[in-house]
């Protein structure tokens, strides 16, 4: 089995390595092809503007300058001698959950994964939640086995699996929860204005660490109960529900 290795946090991040150990437990057949600088909220974003160059830095082991997405293209079309039979992106440095699903340079790794036919998993280990500083123990103890069930199934066309490790020691983990995409209920976005030495303006955007009330059954309860969180994504973004009041209100006319 060829599996593609990348992420967003860039070539030289540690989870990159720890993704790097999960691979290496289920084949011989790895490659990294990861940015080659950090790349989190760049979503699912193409250079379409600027050229794209890739570096090898090791057998098996390319860094790229360009974003996630570039990275997913560059390794299928140019730099793999063939298609991977998997692709496993991250393991990224903090949830990606809820709303962070359309920022994440993490998941649309995966993304273009699916899109170009390959069985996709995004990884990320969840911190801030329980404060029990950051570690990707959770993830490379649990990752394999996670990974391995996953392939024992058919995706289907246009899924991808998220999959986020909660933030507590490995055998604190009370479970796998197979989940939905949750909505925040508090607005954790924010801008940092500050001021330079030339006396000119300028701006950070960041999150707020405020614990909202989820829902049972959504990716941010599992986080917060310390459980594996396991989501289905779909890139078929249509919802279905709201065609026949689309239709309603146009037919109007």
């Not at 959770?138 to 392939?151: D, F, Q, R, T, W």
């Not at 058919?154 to 479970?175: A, I, K, T, Y």
């Not at 009330?213 to 078929?236: C, E, K, Q, Y």
Request: some cysteine.
């Amino acid at each position: 089995m060829r599996i593609l290795v990348t992420n967003d946090d860039g070539i030289h991040a540690p989870g990159l390595e720890t993704l790097e150990r999960i691979a290496r437990s289920i084949s011989d057949d790895v490659w990294i092809v990861a940015p080659a600088e950090e790349n989190s909220g760049a979503g699912h974003s193409l250079s379409l503007s600027e050229p794209i160059r890739y570096r090898k830095i090791s057998d098996k082991r390319f860094e790229v300058a360009g974003t996630p997405t570039d990275c997913v293209v560059m390794a299928a079309r140019k730099i793999l001698p063939g298609d991977p039979d998997l692709v496993l992106s991250g393991v990224n440095r903090g949830q990606n959950i809820a709303d962070d699903v359309t920022y994440s340079g993490t998941i649309a790794a995966a993304m273009e994964g699916t899109q170009l036919g390959f069985k996709s998993i995004a990884m990320s280990q969840v911190t801030g939640i329980h404060g029990n500083g950051f570690s990707y123990e959770v993830a490379e103890h649990h990752g394999p086995s996670i990974v391995a069930n996953l392939l024992k199934m058919d995706f289907g066309p246009g899924v991808l699996m998220n999959v986020n490790f909660p933030d507590c020691r490995p055998e604190d983990v009370q479970g796998v929860e197979v989940t939905r995409q949750g909505k925040r209920d508090v607005n954790l976005l924010t801008v940092d204005e500050r001021v330079d030495l030339r006396g000119n303006n300028y701006y950070w955007l960041g999150f707020k660490r405020e614990r909202g009330n989820p829902p049972l059954g959504t990716d941010l309860w599992a986080a917060f109960n310390r459980r594996i969180s396991v989501t289905p994504l779909h890139m078929n973004l249509t919802q279905l529900e709201a065609m026949d009041s689309v239709r309603a209100v146009l037919d109007q006319r």
